[in-house]
């Protein structure tokens, strides 16, 4: 049921928090500033203070942000969005810079590339998105809010070291979201790289490479001597085409923030993977408990770009506040639209944190007495 703290009833009210508990005594209950009541117990004291009330329902809130429907003659191919996770020290890192700096998007060779948390490469004339964040972290945060921002995983087996347990629990997740894996067997530059020992070890976790008659894809690689990326990438294209990856590109813009921060300069900055519709230099938009007015679109080249389409990570300056990565954001049609989602959403927020406060404050009290 909705419940609400006598102290954020009393500040929507702007009336004292000692009145209405006198309130609430005549009721009959005996209540603390800190304490939760009903909707129904809220509405009955607004009223008796002479608030009008308008009970808004989340529905009416959320109302319409990601669930415009796409009638299938909207759809186009979209770039494949990739995450690479692995036991730490397997060479994500330098897998991700390895094919970073060989193959940055075409126009964009000689650019001074600044790390936006996402970068778009090409191979065979198609381009492929990989986010490029601590790939484990970014991953689990957004899955933990409901994003589905990845369509493919790579992971990453140094052939030295093997399966390990962060190998597994990448599995897990991953398998977990539905996503479907291509393994990199990386290191095979060292002597004592034995690639056929990671293929074993996956047998034990139900991924059946190509090679031993499988169909998940395994490509080994070097990051150190950037051998074999080439491969890797088209295993990503041809993954990416049985996965036959569409969106709308003319709708409004839907997507995962991928990184936040606020930056001394510009304000508050965000990474956005545009997942539905296209964003556009003016749009209002908002993501988690921020909103804001697209000033600027960036590239991770730092080119300002009018608009960003489908499986694009671009870097988005407007917000009035730094959304957090894993948010989820929408373009909204107005400012007032967009506020009022981002209030509903930060007092929502305030009231599970304080809900929280005082449950923890009740059972200290308990334990104490
Ligand atoms: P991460 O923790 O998974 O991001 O791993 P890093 O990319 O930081 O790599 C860990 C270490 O392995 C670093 O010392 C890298 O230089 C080294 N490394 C990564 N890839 C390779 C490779 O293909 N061959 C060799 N010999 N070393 C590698
Ligand atoms: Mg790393």
């Known amino acids: 049921p909705e419940t609400i703290t ?22 009959g ?20 203070l002479g608030h009008t009330v308008k ?8 109302e319409g942000l990601f669930r415009i429907g796409d009638e299938d003659g909207d759809l186009v191919s979209r770039p494949p969005v990739v995450t690479i996770m692995g036991h730490v020290d397997h060479g994500k ?15 964009e060779a000689g650019g001074i590339t600044q790390h936006i948390g996402a970068y778009q490469v090409e191979s065979k004339g198609q381009k492929i998105t990989f986010i490029d964040t601590p790939g484990h972290e970014a991953f689990t945060a957004m899955r933990s809010r409901g994003a ?11 052939a030295d070291d093997g399966v390990m347990p962060t190998t597994v629990e990448a599995i897990n997740h991953t398998r977990a979201a539905g996503v479907p894996i291509i393994v990199a067997i990386n290191k095979i530059d060292k002597p004592d790289a034995d690639p ?29 001597q950037r051998l074999n990326l080439d491969k890797l990438l088209e295993a990503v294209l041809l993954q990416s085409e049985v996965l036959e990856l569409k969106a709308n590109p003319t709708r409004p813009a839907e997507g995962t923030v991928i990184e936040g921060k606020l930056d001394k300069g510009r304000g508050p900055v965000a990474t956005v993977l545009v997942q539905r519709g296209t964003l556009k230099v003016g749009d209002i938009l908002v993501a988690g408990g921020a909103w804001g007015r697209v000033r600027a679109l960036l590239t991770e080249s730092g080119d300002a770009v009018r608009d960003a389409g489908p499986s694009t990570p671009v870097e988005v300056l407007g917000f009035q506040e730094t959304p957090e990565a894993g ?43």
Request: hydrophobic residues 45%.
């Open 6 to 27: 006598i102290q954020e009833l009393s500040n929507r009210m702007a009336e004292r928090g000692v009145d209405v508990i006198k309130l609430l005594m005549k009721q």
């Open 29 to 48: 209950q005996m209540l603390k500033i800190n304490d939760t009541i009903d909707a129904d117990m809220a509405q009955l004291i607004a009223e008796e």
């Open 55 to 62: 009970r808004v329902a989340e529905s009416d809130v959320e």
């Open 93 to 107: 890192t330098s897998l991700l810079d390895a094919i970073r700096s060989t193959k940055v998007a075409a126009g």
């Open 148 to 158: 589905k921002a990845t369509d493919i995983v790579i992971l990453v087996v140094a």
């Open 196 to 224: 056929q020992r990671v293929r074993t070890a996956l047998l034990q976790h139900e991924i059946v490479v190509e090679s031993m008659g499988g169909d998940t894809l395994e490509v080994e690689v070097s990051a150190k």
């Open 327 to 369: 948010d989820r954001f929408a373009v909204v049609e107005n400012e007032a639209r967009a506020r009022e989602v981002a209030d509903y959403r930060l007092r929502v927020k305030r009231e599970k944190a304080q809900a929280r406060g005082s449950a923890a404050r009740g059972s200290l009290a308990e334990m104490m007495s």
